[in-house]
């Protein structure tokens, strides 16, 4: 196990370089000029030269290329131009709130999606699936600040039966976990949805499976064919969409950030965005880019302890 | 003319795809009638009828500076529409080329080129939207480029499989021994293949792209204000959601609808023109 | 000649039809159906490809595609009870136990996410109150028995360890795990090279004598059918064609496509012999002539034959034709 995942993780590296790279085109080369974007047209040209100096874009470009990827990579992801603390620190301090939304969605997607999509397909063409199928595409359609500003209204401001800010005491575990409701249906709605359909769609995939049949010719009962040889084999395409969707996951939890008043990765990287903090925002891609990568190989983990043929290779 | 007949033949079968194509052209017609619908000027200022409920006069309300919410709303899908329909364009016409060349092409430029694909697509749409035109500076063009740059990926895909195919079979040696164009085979063979898979990829990344144009304008980062969108209309009205809920109520809701419709469309088609993903 | 003793049958199927929907109609794959499998006996099933012997096996089995498909209308009596009215519950008690298939798909038919040691052992668990280790046991003892090598040591690999050949071994050790009184054997050694194929049909055979276990025997293969059957039905374009002794079928075939079909010399190593020695195709079932089905492919074919649908006529006991030309209704060969 511990080989696989090393050996997982150095195969992720190229990965990594080349998500970097990615980063380096947008970050450095898309702007321009990274100063003139911070500072504005009516900044000194001394002011200018010292920011440069400062982000080190003053060196040729691919010195800079070199520059940034070893910095990334060993895990120095520079200081923030605003409040001078290092980039590592500001992000690990708002951690905790992001990891709770996020897990908490995952969680409430994972635990509403799949029965529901296992429903939905078993119930195939008849009314419940009909309807699944719609609220579904409707839970998808749902922009997050929407969904959010819409539970806010209804839960919070009329009927009174969640905060309206979010901030919550990390220490005090009942303060934390009621000011994650909200926030969490409101992201864990998506997910539903999301994991619903493709739960759905896999399972009517998998119950036309031969297998299946030969399971149910073994006199098999039906619920232990849909539980122990259908649903087993639905879940890796959903594994794939669960890792998808924690991408999506994070931009969607700006949003909620936003609208519940949390604190998060969302906030922080809106915050260096208004405050034009380009040292901040490299920073924060860099550490998007890891998610990524890191979500990446949990997905591929995933898959290894569903499904046998993974293993081997 | 094939790809008419096979448009036909896609949509006729499904109706769900009928029912989100007439909800996204009801929409659309009320963009392009704004001028004569929307009875009120959307940035003319009212100080003293500020906030005020829907009503007869007004049927949404009003805003912060007693601007009506209706007209403000009927004007604002034409941003969420121009903004995503010229970004998907955009998507279309640069990624499809990309995916046929690179298909094309073939070998290490198709490795490569389909590696960064995927990096461009591991990223949420709505981060390097955000980052895009934060560099950028927030305008209508560069909100364009943002959220054209986060749909590229999947229509460069679409059409580098059928060139893939497409190159290695028969009729292409033979068209090439008549003395058509590479330019030429393409067109002739590869688009009428693709017109449905490109329809749904069309119609479902344009879902994302209302979504990620009204995020960013709730974030800030659309079009500035006072033109009137969708999701700068919550974002003030978010201000006032304690005395007037309506400013994000019907924004709310217009926005739904047009993601609606769309991913309505794009499933409906998906299930007409895919017979084994029929009913999914 | 023939093994049956026993004169109520372990299955009888009674004017069988089972229909699938095409373009929104349901039409017959197979119809009018009617044969009996005796104890300790075993029917062969042949025909061309598409003429509906899966079917048939499935519609015993109660596992007819659905929604898809359906069965219309007939009796299918196991041990004297209808299958075909059966509440899922109670034919669950009977699949894998008293009646049990081998599938056609070695390659799809097993579970990839589960070891192959569990899918034998599985149906011992459901239907009989053993422990888990009694059932492992006795899973390795049928995998050995189907001679899977090392298979104490393969026992809990997966499908995709295993090759074509091993995955129809394994299959087959699954239906015979608990004895059953039928065995639906859809092909169930194409698979298989020539000297394992001999001893699956060996072991098949012992079972057979052992337990008296009844078979229908599916296969394209006439070597097979002469090694295993006792009776022999021709299926064309979902009927039954001709039925008769293992001996009468090859020595005097009646119906023009029986005659077609075995006009080779039965050799055991020789696969898919002569099916296609017939020009032209089996028409789709949306797509049936109105008369003799044969009729457009006949060599023997009269005007009369595209009239009027044909009767399945005794020429002698036991042996039935389904021709208007070979076999006229109301004239009874000797
Ligand atoms: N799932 C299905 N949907 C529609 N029609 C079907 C389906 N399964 C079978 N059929 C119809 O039933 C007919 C008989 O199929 P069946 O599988 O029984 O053939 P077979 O005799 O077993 O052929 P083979 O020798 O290739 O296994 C087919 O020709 C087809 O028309
Ligand atoms: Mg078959």
């Given at each position: 196990m511990i080989w696989y995942v090393a050996k997982r993780l150095l195969a992720a590296m190229p990965t990594l370089v080349a998500v970097l790279t990615v980063v380096f085109v947008i970050v450095r080369i898309i702007p321009g000029d990274p100063a003139l974007t911070v500072l504005g047209d009516q900044a000194t040209p001394q002011a200018l030269a010292a920011l440069r100096e400062k982000l080190g874009i003053d060196k040729p470009l691919l010195a800079q290329y070199f520059d940034f990827i070893t910095a990334a990579l060993t895990?120095?992801?520079?200081?923030?131009?605003?409040?001078?603390?290092?980039?590592?620190?500001?992000?690990?301090?708002?951690?905790?709130?992001?990891?709770?939304?996020?897990?908490?969605?995952?969680?409430?997607?994972?635990?509403?999606?799949?029965?529901?999509?296992?429903?939905?397909?078993?119930?195939?063409?008849?009314?419940?699936?009909?309807?699944i199928r719609i609220v579904s595409l409707v839970g998808l359609s749902f922009p997050v600040f929407v969904s959010g500003i819409f539970l806010l209204m209804v839960f919070s401001l009329h009927?009174?039966?969640?905060?309206?800010?979010?901030?919550?005491?990390?220490?005090?575990?009942?303060?934390?976990?009621?000011?994650?409701?909200?926030?969490?249906?409101?992201?864990?709605?998506?997910?539903?949805?999301?994991?619903?359909?493709?739960?759905?769609?896999?399972?009517?995939?998998?119950?036309?499976?031969?297998?299946?049949?030969?399971?149910?010719?073994?006199?098999?009962?039906?619920?232990?064919?849909?539980?122990?040889?259908?649903?087993?084999?639905?879940?890796?395409?959903?594994?794939?969409?669960?890792?998808?969707?924690?991408?999506?996951?994070?931009?969607?939890?700006?949003?909620?950030?936003?609208?519940?008043?949390?604190?998060?990765?969302?906030?922080?990287?809106?915050?260096?965005l208004n405050q034009r903090d380009?040292?901040?925002?490299?920073?924060l891609m860099v550490i998007y880019c890891f998610l990524i990568v890191v979500t990446n190989l949990l997905t591929d983990l995933a898959y290894g302890l569903i499904d046998p043929r993974v293993k081997q290779a | 003319m094939r790809i008419l007949a096979r448009l036909f033949q896609v949509f006729g079968t499904n109706k769900t795809s009928w029912v989100g194509l007439a909800m996204f052209v009801a929409i659309c017609a009320m963009a392009l009638l704004a001028p004569w619908i929307a009875g009120t000027d959307p940035l003319e200022q009212d100080i003293i009828a500020k906030l005020r409920p829907p009503s007869a006069e007004h049927w949404f309300g009003t805003d912060e500076f007693g601007r009506d919410v209706y007209a403000r709303l009927v004007w604002g899908a034409r941003i969420s529409l121009s903004v995503?329909?010229?970004?998907?364009?955009?998507?279309?016409?640069?990624?499809?080329?990309?995916?046929?060349?690179?298909?094309?092409v073939g070998g290490r430029f198709d490795m490569l080129v389909m590696q960064v694909m995927d990096i461009l697509l591991s990223f949420p749409a709505l981060i390097l939207g955000l980052i895009i035109v934060a560099l950028l500076g927030p305008s209508q063009a560069n909100l364009i480029v943002a959220i054209a740059l986060t749909a590229l990926a999947p229509f460069a895909r679409i059409t580098r499989a059928p060139t893939l195919i497409v190159k290695e079979r028969q009729f292409?040696?033979?068209?090439?021994?008549?003395?058509?164009?590479?330019?030429?085979?393409?067109?002739?063979?590869?688009?009428?293949?693709?017109?449905?898979?490109?329809?749904?990829?069309?119609?479902?990344?344009?879902?994302?792209?209302v979504r990620v144009e009204a995020s960013l304008s709730f974030i800030g980062l659309g079009v500035r204000p006072p033109t009137p969108t969708w999701g700068g209309m919550i974002r003030d009205g978010f201000e006032n959601i304690l005395d007037a809920p309506w400013l994000c109520i019907y924004p709310g809701l217009a926005i739904l609808a047009l993601i609606f419709s769309l991913n309505m469309l794009g499933d409906g088609l998906r299930d007409a023109t895919d017979p084994k993903l029929r009913g999914e | 000649m023939s093994g049956a003793v026993d004169d109520t049958p372990v299955l009888r199927v009674e004017?069988?039809?089972?229909?699938?929907?095409?373009?929104?109609?349901?039409?017959p794959a197979v119809r009018g159906l009617s044969f009996d499998v005796a104890r300790n006996e075993t029917l062969a099933l042949v025909g061309e490809s598409g003429c509906g012997k899966s079917i048939t096996a499935l519609s015993v089995m109660g596992l007819v595609p659905r929604p898809q498909g359906r069965v219309g209308s007939g009796r299918i009596l196991f041990e004297g009870r209808d299958v075909a009215a059966m509440r899922e519950a109670e034919l669950e008690r009977l699949r894998g136990d008293r009646m049990a298939m081998i599938f056609q798909e070695p390659m799809t038919s097993l579970n990839p996410v589960l070891s192959v040691g569990f899918q034998v052992s599985e149906a011992l668990r459901v239907h009989r109150a053993i422990d888990a280790a009694a059932a492992d046991a006795e899973a390795l003892r049928l995998l050995e028995e189907v001679k899977i090598p090392s298979a104490r040591r393969r026992f809990a690999d997966y499908p995709h360890q295993f090759s074509g050949g091993m995955r129809q071994r394994v299959m087959i050790a699954m239906a015979i795990a608990l004895k059953p009184a039928l065995l639906l054997a859809d092909e169930p050694?194409?698979?298989?090279?020539?000297?394992?194929?001999?001893?699956?049909?060996?072991?098949?055979?012992?079972?057979?004598?052992?337990?008296?276990?009844?078979?229908?025997?599916i296969t394209h293969n006439l070597g097979v059918v002469a090694a295993i059957a006792d009776r022999v039905a021709v299926m064309y374009a979902g009927e039954i064609v001709e039925i008769a002794p293992v001996a009468r079928i090859f020595s005097g075939p009646v119906h023009p496509y029986t005659e077609a079909l075995f006009r080779a010399i039965p050799r055991i190593d020789r696969e898919e012999q002569s099916l296609d020695a017939i020009g032209g195709q089996v028409p789709p079932i949306d797509r049936m002539p109105p008369g003799c089905r044969f009729a457009p492919r006949c060599p023997a074919r009269r005007p009369s034959c595209e009239a009027s649908s044909q009767a399945l006529v005794e020429v002698a006991p036991g042996h039935s034709v389904r021709c208007g030309v070979r076999a006229p209704a109301g004239a009874r060969a000797a």
């Open positions: 895990g120095d992801l520079g200081r923030s131009l605003v409040s001078g603390r290092p980039v590592i620190q500001e992000v690990v301090a708002v951690l905790p709130h992001t990891l709770d939304l996020t897990i908490s969605s995952l969680v409430l997607g994972t635990a509403l999606g799949v029965p529901l999509g296992v429903w939905a397909a078993l119930r195939r063409n008849r009314l419940a699936d009909y309807v009927y009174r039966l969640f905060p309206v800010i979010g901030t919550s005491n990390l220490a005090d575990l009942g303060d934390r976990t009621w000011k994650l409701v909200l926030p969490t249906i409101t992201l864990g709605l998506v997910m539903v949805a999301y994991i619903t359909r493709v739960t759905r769609s896999a399972m009517l995939q998998v119950l036309s499976e031969d297998y299946v049949r030969t399971a149910r010719a073994k006199g098999v009962p039906a619920r232990l064919v849909i539980r122990r040889h259908a649903l087993r084999n639905a879940l890796i395409p959903v594994v794939t969409v669960v890792g998808l969707y924690l991408g999506i996951n994070i931009g969607n939890s700006v949003l909620t950030e936003i609208v519940f008043n949390r604190p998060g990765l969302g906030k922080v990287i809106v915050t260096a380009y040292a901040m925002l490299q920073g | 995503s329909i010229s970004a998907i364009t955009l998507a279309l016409v640069v990624g499809g080329t990309i995916g046929l060349v690179s298909g094309y292409v040696e033979a068209g090439r021994a008549l003395g058509f164009g590479h330019g030429r085979i393409l067109f002739v063979h590869v688009l009428p293949n693709i017109v449905s898979e490109v329809l749904v990829m069309a119609s479902l990344w344009m879902a994302t792209a | 004017d069988l039809s089972v229909e699938f929907r095409v373009r929104g109609a349901w039409w050694t194409t698979a298989l090279d020539v000297t394992i194929q001999a001893q699956v049909l060996g072991l098949l055979a012992d079972l057979k004598s052992a337990q008296g276990m009844s078979m229908l025997f």
